[in-house]
């Protein structure tokens, strides 16, 4: 009787899921065109990559950090 199994993906959690994943992608459609924008305000290409490496390494820094 009292052995039902609620269900593991509810619609509530379906719902939070979509939300994420469309959140993501909206915050993420302008990487693409953010080394553009730099150049545009007179980075060389040595800059750019130096911009795009130090974005990747910060957050492992921090993760150190934050645990």
């Given at each position: 009787?009292?052995?039902?199994?609620?269900?593991?993906?509810?619609?509530?959690?379906?719902?939070?899921m979509?939300?994420?994943?469309?959140?993501?992608v909206?915050?993420?459609?302008?990487?693409?065109?953010?080394?553009?924008?730099?150049?545009?305000?007179?980075?060389?290409?040595?800059?750019?990559?130096?911009?795009?490496?130090?974005?990747?390494?910060?957050?492992?820094?921090?993760?150190?950090?934050?645990?």
């Amino acid at each position: 009787m009292g052995d039902e199994k609620k269900p593991l993906l509810t619609n509530r959690l379906k719902l939070f899921m979509a939300t994420m994943i469309l959140a993501n992608v909206a915050g993420n459609m302008w990487r693409p065109l953010l080394p553009l924008y730099l150049q545009e305000l007179g980075a060389d290409v040595g800059q750019v990559g130096l911009f795009f490496t130090l974005g990747a390494i910060a957050p492992l820094l921090f993760q150190v950090f934050g645990g």
